[in-house]
């Protein structure tokens, strides 16, 4: 007995941020949409939370999400060191005439209120389920889910770092194990955090203390994996100590501590974003340590430049999951996404480097990077979404509107 084929514009493998996102910005766009994800409704998170750059904000805030999420907060400062009395950092959201840097919100917070954008927007669902083959029909994808089939003029593998959706389309990817987990708490120390976004390079790996309401932080200590276990098996007040010496007691004393939770940290980058009719983004196409907080970013311009592109080849009457649509969206997105890794992989090699030598190098680095304004306005402009090849959903709107986001 044959299966009944559904049809659709576009299919999104993957209901995380970056595959919401993506459903959302077609579904606005007029495209019929359906996501395919393979979590119940309501799965519980892990505690980790995102910054969120301005380019960011503006998108959710145009597809009408951003002032919805609760518990967001801002960050306007960013202090960064190197251990044991290194050199020191800093950037401000006033040397850029901007309010703020961005803010830091609960992934499972920003989820939801993406899911329930969604479906405002008529947006399809195929949940529990997932692609588990595919196949080219002349202007249509057909892919096999559990149980069912659709049919879609292109599908957006969004499906994460192990994206099975990359793996059908035969498209190969590289990637390095950092031999790393990220270790992921809500804490409170005993001084306010002071809207300023804290990061300290230890040998082992970064330790970042990311401002949430009420005074609390959430931390990611990425760190090696044995050290990563020891930490996890430690009670609740030897954390405490340990976190707080590893931060050198910049906040105080640490009084609080939520429960902890561990992720492998892996970069993978594929060697194509796209097929025939198969585009990727988000971790299905590049994933990144989170030292420098820009993975959710990335992904989330990736979904507006992809939906932006294929829009303006329907308003020409051109395909939307063509060849010459799905090439603009990798000319536009693959450099940009791998000088990114590439810089946050040089950093991390560099900041756990332990030679002498290169410690002299790198706080001498730091220290002049700190003296130079014009270059850290360059640095804030392009690391908040101020500046580069900005989809249009995250540019500001023209002078004499709205230009930011609201809080």
Same mark, same amino acid.
């Given at each position: 007995?044959?299966?009944?084929?559904?049809?659709?514009?576009?299919?999104?493998?993957?209901?995380?941020?970056?595959?919401?996102?993506?459903?959302?910005?077609?579904?606005?766009?007029?495209?019929?949409?359906?996501?395919?994800?393979?979590?119940?409704? +309501?799965? /519980?998170?892990? !505690? =980790?939370?995102?910054?969120?750059?301005?380019?960011?904000? &503006? *998108?959710?805030? @145009? $597809?009408? #999400?951003?002032?919805?999420?609760?518990?967001?907060?801002?960050?306007?400062?960013?202090?960064?060191?190197?251990?044991?009395?290194?050199?020191?950092?800093?950037?401000?959201?006033?040397?850029?005439?901007?309010?703020?840097?961005?803010?830091?919100?609960?992934?499972?917070?920003?989820?939801?209120?993406?899911?329930?954008?969604?479906?405002?927007?008529?947006?399809?669902?195929?949940?529990?389920?997932?692609?588990? +083959?595919? /196949?080219?029909? !002349? =202007?249509?994808?057909?892919?096999?889910?559990?149980?069912? &089939? *659709?049919?879609? @003029? $292109?599908? #957006?593998?969004?499906?994460?770092?192990?994206?099975?959706?990359?793996?059908?389309?035969?498209?190969?990817?590289?990637?390095?194990?950092?031999?790393?987990?990220?270790?992921?708490?809500?804490?409170?120390?005993?001084?306010?955090?002071?809207?300023?976004?804290?990061?300290?390079?230890?040998?082992?790996?970064?330790?970042?203390?990311?401002?949430?309401?009420?005074?609390?932080?959430?931390?990611?200590?990425?760190?090696?994996? /044995?050290?990563?276990?020891?930490?996890?098996?430690?009670?609740?007040?030897?954390? &405490?100590?340990?976190?707080?010496?590893?931060?050198?007691?910049?906040?105080?004393?640490?009084?609080?501590?939520?429960?902890?939770?561990?992720?492998?940290?892996?970069?993978?980058?594929?060697?194509?974003?796209?097929?025939?009719?198969?585009?990727?983004?988000?971790?299905?196409?590049?994933?990144?340590?989170?030292?420098?907080?820009?993975?959710?970013?990335?992904?989330?311009?990736?979904?507006?430049?992809?939906?932006?592109?294929?829009?303006?080849?329907?308003?020409?009457?051109?395909?939307?999951?063509?060849?010459?649509?799905?090439?603009?969206?990798? &000319?536009?997105?693959?450099?940009?996404?791998?000088?990114?890794?590439?810089?946050?992989?040089?950093?991390?090699?560099?900041?756990?480097?332990?030679?002498?030598?290169?410690?002299?190098?790198?706080?001498?680095?730091?220290?002049?990077?700190?003296?130079?304004?014009?270059?850290?306005?360059?640095?804030?402009?392009?690391?908040?979404?101020?500046?580069?090849?900005?989809?249009?959903?995250?540019?500001?709107?023209?002078?004499?509107?709205?230009?930011?986001?609201?809080?």
């Amino acid at each position: 007995m044959s299966v009944p084929t559904e049809r659709y514009d576009v299919a999104v493998a993957g209901g995380g941020l970056t595959g919401l996102v993506a459903a959302a910005s077609f579904a606005r766009a007029g495209f019929r949409v359906v996501v395919v994800e393979g979590r119940e409704r +309501g799965a /519980e998170g892990d !505690g =980790r939370v995102s910054a969120f750059t301005v380019a960011s904000e &503006r *998108i959710l805030d @145009r $597809l009408e #999400v951003w002032s919805r999420i609760a518990g967001k907060a801002p960050f306007r400062r960013m202090r960064v060191w190197e251990a044991a009395g290194g050199a020191e950092i800093g950037f401000e959201a006033e040397s850029v005439g901007a309010d703020y840097l961005g803010h830091i919100a609960e992934n499972r917070v920003v989820l939801e209120t993406l899911e329930e954008a969604v479906d405002s927007l008529g947006v399809a669902w195929r949940r529990p389920s997932r692609v588990t +083959g595919l /196949e080219l029909a !002349g =202007r249509d994808l057909t892919a096999d889910l559990d149980g069912s &089939r *659709i049919a879609a @003029r $292109l599908l #957006v593998g969004a499906d994460g770092g192990n994206s099975l959706v990359r793996r059908l389309a035969g498209i190969a990817s590289r990637g390095r194990d950092y031999g790393q987990l990220g270790i992921v708490c809500s804490v409170r120390p005993e001084r306010h955090h002071d809207d300023t976004a804290w990061q300290v390079a230890r040998p082992e790996g970064p330790l970042a203390f990311l401002p949430l309401p009420d005074g609390l932080c959430s931390i990611v200590w990425s760190t090696e994996n /044995e050290h990563a276990q020891h930490l996890l098996a430690l009670d609740d007040a030897a954390f &405490r100590r340990e976190l707080g010496a590893a931060f050198e007691m910049r906040l105080g004393e640490i009084e609080w501590t939520g429960p902890r939770s561990g992720f492998p940290l892996r970069a993978v980058h594929a060697a194509r974003y796209r097929a025939p009719r198969i585009a990727l983004a988000g971790d299905a196409a590049h994933t990144i340590h989170p030292l420098a907080g820009q993975g959710v970013n990335l992904g989330i311009l990736d979904a507006a430049v992809l939906a932006e592109v294929a829009a303006e080849a329907a308003a020409r009457g051109r395909d939307p999951g063509g060849r010459a649509a799905l090439a603009r969206y990798e &000319r536009r997105r693959k450099a940009h996404n791998l000088a990114v890794t590439c810089a946050v992989d040089g950093f991390d090699r560099l900041f756990r480097a332990s030679w002498p030598a290169v410690r002299t190098i790198r706080n001498a680095g730091l220290a002049a990077t700190h003296r130079l304004a014009p270059v850290k306005r360059r640095i804030i402009a392009h690391a908040s979404g101020f500046a580069g090849d900005l989809p249009a959903s995250a540019k500001p709107e023209p002078s004499g509107r709205r230009s930011e986001p609201r809080p």
